[in-house]
């Protein structure tokens, strides 16, 4: 299987590109599960449907660059839907994420089979992104992906103490000056990038696990936020290629679910086992699964 | 930063949550060096204070101004405590990385904290005696330890006015004891600390300056002349009983109050 | 599946000589789907669960998927026994996880709902690609193919199946609401006193996601598993921001959802598009305009209240002040229309409206320097903070 991964091109591009979705929705997701906004990123992924659509109605091609700046503009728009719905009415945020998510969505279904009737053929596949289809990656979308996904790592590391105090204790980032709705917004373009990279190979309805399964699974094994940050994106990044190489084993695996199963187990294995957090260690130490630290 | 000059001047401050005023028309001047309890029934606006103080909440109308000019061009003279319950300590930090967050404002962007600043946070935790606990995960801490944790990250701001908000909500009697010390140390150094607070029992033995909040400002000033009965029963309403003794007269300001708020 | 669906589609426009009205049909199942799902949508907004049936939507398919294996018929009712428990299962799944406290209760959702829908992927990709269960069905719907699939007696024909089934889903929904209305109201409101006085909050709890996951297998067959979100979650969150009572609410939500289902289909049938999607869209709708429109919470009467409240809260604290620094040292320099602007941080403009207002209604008098409050005005500041003290 690794000489595979050598030999063979194609291989190597799905590799490669899962690897780098893994490392930036990874380190992305962390924080985004940090401040408490796991299912964010399942919302933002949905919204990201009409804005592909949208992209391709008015591009009229299937430049994956062009879909990515179309899905990018959806997905923030959906998520200041959500801030101002929260804001502005007594909904909870789970319902309001659960509203545009679907409701966006739904925008996305009627463009598709609206776009479908169309007599051109350029729009088949569109509904690939749905699920991504990782085999249909090219070298030039891992460039792409790469352009936008390592500025965006970059910009965090540049940004590193602020955004983690701005996780840790919003009020006294802002007593001591920080911009702290400068900050919120790079934070939710960051997760929109991270989105947007894995748009192709897992698709809007799978994308959240990329965002919040490596945190789930780095959050265990450390205390330490750069720690748990960096892990996160080696757990997504490991995730990425293991689920992409399996997927190639054998027909009609498809890699975007592949991937998503890797992760997980992972998550769940660092849940039972990992040192000290591990829930085997305090249900053999107290006897009962649910026990206190 | 002329001595004359109070540390805290409030003028016409009104505070709203959209229609509902929380503040009304608050003037207050807070004196350089003085230890200050913020005292007030629950909804009192004693945290919305605090908060507008430091520009966290936008008044609807009035001033705050931190020796003379306003806050935000006073930052680095100024440090705050949140509540507790603010954070979540599951967050993965160690007890250092949470103190050295204190120099954050000093350090400026994109500098990352360095060997002086592991000092300094390591110096703020001996003061508050949680030196051996640097290295431990903070949800490994106890409730008090935690407060200590936060304290800590106050001093190394090396601030001339402290802001805490109920630092004694939920901490044992120690700490609770170990932070007044350091409190009444901060004070002897010439700082103004402000304590959001609601035991009246402790009130005059811990603090020589008081506010007594009640969405106004029912009195201010030195214990001994604000913290009276008549003050009181202004600020809570009905909801209060008197015990034994009297309150401190004018100039009587080291009797116990014995007053206990029924609500 | 487009080329294909674009022909059944077709087909089934045929057929409408041969049956009575497939179009009449597609709507009353689409309307009796989403009051279906309206009703236990209600809880689920008001225990704020909406993302717990997101993930029950998508892991019910898992449900199905298992059971298809071992009973090899698609049309048994098996599939949607072991779906319902798949939905279950999963909701015990994500409390168990969140009492581990290792993660929050939203990052446990994100985990385990991916994860079980992608298995259920895979194996559908990998062992039942040729037989009648595509995931895309599963996830946009196949509304427009429901007529097609009849229950017959004999020759009689009884009329669709789906029509059928969410009638019966429908139906259960109302009688258990109906028999446990109270209890359900006191846990949702206050589970603790719910628990004290023995109504045992958690057999409601399972209860109601038992009914939310019957309901999503049997929706998620016409209308796809994003799309039973939008209509458990939509209509409800529209009424809640109408109504503070639990039955209107459950009323309203039920209208919104049966509105959204009729103009959906309508728009879907017109734009040749996806029926589940226009449906989405209009719950969209539906909300958006409780959102802006409602009377009390709307962003308009929001904003509306706003700007009123602005002028009497600003004529208010003016009194206020004035009273404040009445008979004081500093009355002359407080008090000084010229400067009143600084005092109270206002712009001249709006300090010299809401003087003017307020010397229209005899609350104060301005003299060439020195503003003083009319007997009136003191009444009103006094009021103010003795009404606030």
Known sequence: ?????????????????????????????????????????????????????????????????????????????????????????????????????????GVGLVLLTWVQQWPTAAQAGLDRYLFGQAATLLERDV???????????????????????????????????????????????????????????????????????????????????????????????????????LSSTAERLPTGPMIVVCISILAFVSLLLAPRRGVVWAWLRNGRLVATR | ?????????????????????????????????????????????????????????????????????????????????????????????????????????????????????????????????????????????????????????????????????????????????AIVGLLQDLRAAGKTVVVVHHDLQTVTEYFDWVALLNVRLVASGPVAEAFTEAALRATYGGRI??????????????RRTGVVVSS | MRKEARERIAHTRKL????????????????????????????????RMAMVSDAITHTVLLGIVLAFFVVRDITSPVLAIAAAAAGVATVALIELLHRTERIREDAAIGLVFPFLFSIAVILIARYAGNVHLDVDAVLLGE????????????????????????????LMSLLLLLLFYKELKLATFDAALAAALGFAPAALHYGLMSVVSLTAVGAFNAVGSVLVVALMVAPPAAAYLLTDRLSHMLVLSAAFGALAAILGCLAAFALDASLAGAMAVVTGLIFGAAWVFAPERGLLAQALRYARQRQEFAQAMLLVHLLHHEATPQEAVECDPSHLNEHLRWDAAFTAQILRRAEQRGLLVRQKDLITLTESGRRLAAQTLGGEG
């Open chain 3, 143 to 170: 509304l427009a193919f429901a007529p097609l699939d009849r229950y017959t007696l004999g020759d009689v024909d009884l009329g669709p199946r789906a029509l059928w089934l969410m009638s019966g889903i429908l």
């Open chain 2, 241 to 254: 009983a008197f015990l034994e003794g009297r309150l401190p007269d004018a100039g009587a300001g080291e």
């Open chain 3, 16 to 47: 409408a000589i041969e049956y009575m009205n497939p179009l009449t049909e597609i709507i009353l199942i689409a309307v009796v789907t989403a009051i279906a799902c309206a009703l236990p949508g209600v809880f689920l907004v008001l225990r």
């Open chain 1, 1 to 105: 299987m690794l000489t595979d991964l050598f030999a063979d091109y194609t291989l190597r591009t799905v590799a490669l590109g899962s690897a780098l979705l893994g490392i930036v929705s990874g380190v992305i997701g962390a924080f985004a599960v940090l401040r408490r906004q796991s299912l964010l990123g399942d919302a933002m992924s949905h919204a990201a449907l009409p804005g592909i659509v949208l992209a391709f109605i008015v591009t009229g091609s299937r430049e994956p660059v062009a879909l990515m700046i179309g899905a990018a503009f959806a997905c923030w728009i959906g998520a200041m839907f959500v801030a101002s719905i929260v804001r502005t009415t007594r909904l909870k945020s789970d319902s309001v994420l659960g509203l545009i998510l679907a409701t966006f969505f």
């Open chain 2, 1 to 177: 930063m002329t001595s004359e000059q109070p540390a805290i001047q409030i003028t016409d401050l009104t505070v709203a949550y959209r229609d509902k005023p929380v503040l009304w028309d608050i003037d207050l001047t807070v004196p350089g060096g003085v230890l200050m309890g913020i005292i007030g029934p629950n909804g009192a606006g004693k945290t919305t204070l605090i908060k507008t103080i430091l520009g966290l909440v936008r008044p609807a109308a009035g001033q705050v101004l931190i020796y003379g000019k306003p806050y935000a061009e006073q930052r680095r003279l100024v440090a705050y405590v949140p509540q507790r319950s603010s954070v979540d300590w599951d967050f993965p930090a160690s007890v250092l990385d949470v103190v050295m967050m204190g120099r954050y404002g000093a350090l400026g962007w994109f500098r990352r904290p360095g060997k002086r600043e592991r000092e300094l946070a390591l110096e703020a935790l001996a003061r508050v005696g949680m030196r051996e606990f640097a290295h431990r995960q903070i949800s490994q801490l106890s409730g008090g330890q935690q407060q200590r944790v936060f304290l800590a990250r106050a001093l190394v701001q090396d601030a001339q006015v402290y802001f805490m908000d109920e630092p004694f909500q939920g901490v044992d009697a120690t700490t609770e004891r």
């Open chain 1, 143 to 245: 460039i792409a992906m790469a352009a936008v996904g390592l500025p965006a790592l970059l910009i965090l590391a540049l940004f590193w103490k602020e955004c983690a105090i701005l996780a840790f204790d919003p009020d006294f980032a802002s007593s001591i000056g920080l911009p702290v709705r400068l900050l919120d917004a790079l934070l939710t373009s960051l997760l929109v990038v991270a989105i947007i990279i894995g748009l192709q190979t897992v698709g809007v309805v799978l994308m959240s696990a990329m965002l919040v399964a490596p945190a789930a699974a780095a959050r265990q094994w450390t205390d330490r936020l750069g720690v748990m940050v960096a892990l996160s994106g080696i757990f997504g990044a490991a995730a990425g290629v293991v689920g992409a190489l």
